[in-house]
């Protein structure tokens, strides 16, 4: 069992910056492949970022270059580096981990946090 815990959500004016920080406990996470997903109001929860148990890692277009996925296995922390926000970043970050696959959808992941809000005024 893997007990996920985020961090780091708050307000930010547009063309600010944020850090989302992902605890994990329970079973060691190095193996697993760790992802970020969001989900704005009304909208379904979509792909954001993830990272593989080899540290590559894979963007969703609208947040490749702005966007950072990083982790520390020592620490058992997944990081997102979220650079030059937009008003459309605006939504519920969510963190997740699966050990066995590294899918880009939601419902392929077994292991989820309770999310950490992200706001973007324009």
């Known amino acids: 069992q893997v007990h996920l815990v985020e961090s780091g959500g708050g307000s930010v004016q547009a063309g600010g910056s944020l850090r989302l920080s992902c605890e994990a406990s329970?079973?060691?996470?190095?193996?697993?492949?760790m992802g970020w997903f969001r989900q704005a109001p009304g909208k379904e929860r979509e792909f954001v970022s993830s990272i593989n148990s080899r540290n590559i890692p894979t963007y969703t277009a609208p947040v490749k270059d702005r966007f950072t996925i990083s982790r520390d296995n020592a620490k058992k922390t997944l990081y997102l580096q979220m650079n030059s926000l937009k008003s459309e970043d605006t939504a519920m970050y969510y963190c997740?981990?699966?050990?066995?696959?590294?899918?880009?959808?939601?419902?392929?992941?077994?292991?989820w946090g309770q999310g950490t809000m992200v706001l973007v005024d324009s």
């Open positions: 997740a981990a699966d050990r066995d696959h590294c899918y880009t959808s939601a419902t392929r992941f077994p292991y």
């Open positions: 329970g079973s060691s996470t190095s193996g697993y492949c």
